[in-house]
């Protein structure tokens, strides 16, 4: 007798149910793949019902109106606040901001670091790559010293534009913080790893023990000049070398 | 050897970035198609090696891949 054996044809991955397709980035971008994340976490985590999404100016701001989720489109800057402000009048809202490099570590510093110093009980997902690519990729913040730009086309000098930012190294020290980390997307690995911190910060919101963030390393492939596979290397070579992976700060529970 | 896994491209997402055909382990995923925008967008090569593994799903930044495995299971 033949043992018949069924086949199950098993879904592994779908296309989520975003409010804008095809998104509106560059091909190669890596903003799609960590808005695809965070749509997974917040799916795994039974969230969307009761989640507000702040976007502010830049690229990350188009992700932040296509997912589907509520969403609050803010000026360039004061994500933090606006979602300090939303988690004061709703508490029991899950609130996340999406915030650029050029956002938090140039115009919105200050608001970024008010939040985290007050302790604020909102999760902030930064998105670092190294330029302003809207604008064509001038310097930001988080350039790294070296890299070529339109307005440092010798390369960024530290005498004239100082330093890197590091945006989860200059809040975990601080006692509102309840996480910092920081990983990448350019192998499936890393995404994976840092998948698992975008839901470690998530819970951190829900078990209110306060301020939260996470930063993406990702590729600007237009602003770069560089195909999406020469990205993957400059990243591996050239960005992490500079912003080192991995949680800097982990908090289990409330102090008191 | 029956298929153990089958991705779906969507043509009028793919920007033919290429990121899929990178990490595909089984290189089973290849540039060359024209698409509907007259640009090079990923097809489906080699249906055959394909194992439903996911990561050109996870790593497609513009959602055009649906990923499905086959499971063989004996009856009850």
């Known amino acids: 007798m033949i043992e018949e054996t069924a086949i199950t044809k098993n879904l592994v991955c779908k296309t989520p149910a975003f409010r804008l397709l095809p998104l509106g980035f560059c091909a190669g971008c890596h903003y799609g793949i960590i808005f695809r994340l965070i749509d997974e976490v917040l799916e795994e985590m039974e969230l969307k019902g009761i989640t507000v999404c702040i976007g502010g100016g830049g690229c990350s701001a188009m992700g932040a109106m296509a997912m589907d989720v509520d969403a609050f489109g803010g000026p360039h800057g004061p994500g933090t606040a606006i979602a300090s402000a939303l988690k004061r009048v709703c508490p029991d809202n899950f609130i996340f901001a999406i915030q650029g490099d050029g956002e938090q570590g140039a115009i919105g510093l200050g608001s970024f670091v008010a939040a985290a110093v007050r302790g604020e009980n909102i999760t902030i997902i930064t998105m670092n790559n190294a330029c302003y690519g809207m604008t064509g990729g001038q310097l930001a913040p988080t350039t790294p010293l070296g890299m070529v730009t339109p307005t440092t086309p010798e390369g960024r000098d530290q005498e004239m534009a100082g330093f890197p930012f590091h945006g989860p190294e200059l809040v975990a020290p601080l006692r509102g913080v309840a996480y910092a980390a920081r990983g990448t997307v350019h192998t499936p690995a890393n995404r994976q790893r840092s998948k698992k911190m975008v839901k470690t910060a998530f819970q951190k919101q829900l078990q209110r023990l306060g301020f939260a963030v996470v930063e993406f390393i990702c590729a600007c492939p237009t602003n770069w000049r560089l195909s999406p596979v020469d990205c993957a290397r400059y990243i591996e070579e050239k960005m992490i070398p500079e912003f080192p992976l991995g949680e800097f700060k982990n908090v289990e529970k409330n102090e008191g | ?76």
Not at chain 2, 36 to 57: K, M, N, Y
């Open chain 2, 1 to 76: 050897m029956p298929k153990k896994g089958e991705i779906i491209i969507d043509e009028r997402l793919c920007k033919g970035c290429a990121l899929c055909v990178m990490f595909c382990s089984k290189k089973c995923i290849s540039m060359g198609k024209i698409g509907p925008g007259g640009i090079p967008i990923a097809h489906f090569s080699d249906p055959e090696a394909c194992t439903g593994c996911g990561v050109c799903g996870w790593m497609c930044p513009d959602m055009a891949i649906e990923v499905y495995e086959y499971v063989a299971r004996r009856p009850l």
